[in-house]
């Protein structure tokens, strides 16, 4: 199994300000996804992050809103941008090698005020 | 994409064998089974997979009939520690298209 760690673990932001989430994993994997889990709800997929290309976005989820980026195989960010209370949520990124198993980070848990 | 039923909450006490289920009726042929375990504030955690019969690891036991429309996941003698969210996923691929979709789980509340 990958360890994998997140950053910042949790936040308080103000609304119309970004911020960037950091995933790392100690080993290189194939895939990593990022998804949002707000309180007491199940999980959303956002995107798939490509190493060296642009992530691919599930529905309802913008690149605009949401830049990932992907520079080796062992790393990714997440930026929730122009946030609004309504992005308060736990954001997760996972790892893989293939969808079905896959290793989940700590998740960071984000205010917006 | 397959979709999965399961309740939505279970009770147990402990030291008792639970077992949830989880329909997935539009399973397809090559999908497997998979189970996550999800405790507060932390990211779901792989427990278990499967394609057809049986599979026991360290932790649980998946029961999948023949015709692969539902699975059981069968907790022996629950302990206060294993309250969590359980959660049925079907699908999986290794080419980079995640077609897993987390459904609603199960909120398992283990009782001394």
């Known amino acids: 199994s990958a360890v994998i760690s997140q950053k910042p673990s949790r936040d308080i932001c103000q609304r119309g300000t970004s911020l960037t989430i950091q995933c790392q994993v100690d080993?290189?994997?194939?895939?990593m996804f990022w998804y949002r889990q707000q309180p007491g709800q199940s999980l959303t997929l956002i995107a798939t992050?490509?190493?060296?290309?642009?992530?691919?976005?599930e529905s309802g989820f913008v690149i605009d809103k949401f830049p990932i980026s992907r520079p080796n195989l062992t790393f990714s960010t997440l930026t929730v941008s122009n946030m609004s209370p309504e992005d308060s949520s736990i954001y997760l990124c996972?790892?893989?090698?293939?969808?079905?198993?896959?290793?989940f980070g700590p998740g960071t848990r984000l205010t917006v005020l | 994409l397959a979709k999965t039923t399961q309740p939505i909450s279970m009770d147990s006490y402990e030291g008792q064998e639970v077992n949830i289920t989880c329909s997935h009726n539009?399973?397809?042929?090559?999908?497997?089974i998979t189970w996550y375990q999800q405790f507060p504030s932390q990211g779901p955690r792989f427990i278990i997979q499967?394609?057809?019969t049986k599979v026991t690891n360290e932790v649980a036991s998946l029961f999948i009939p023949a015709d692969r429309k539902s699975s059981t996941l069968s907790l022996p003698r629950v302990s206060l520690s294993d309250t969590a969210v359980y959660y049925c996923?079907?699908?999986?691929?290794?080419?980079?298209?995640?077609?897993?979709?987390f459904g609603t789980g199960t909120r398992l509340t283990v009782i001394p």
């Open positions: 996972s790892v893989g090698h293939r969808t079905d198993t896959q290793y």
């Open positions: 080993s290189q994997v194939t895939m």
């Open positions: 992050a490509n190493q060296g290309s642009e992530a691919t976005y």
């Open positions: 539009n399973i397809a042929t090559n999908d497997y």
């Open positions: 499967g394609y057809k």
């Open positions: 996923l079907v699908g999986g691929s290794e080419n980079g298209a995640n077609n897993l979709f």
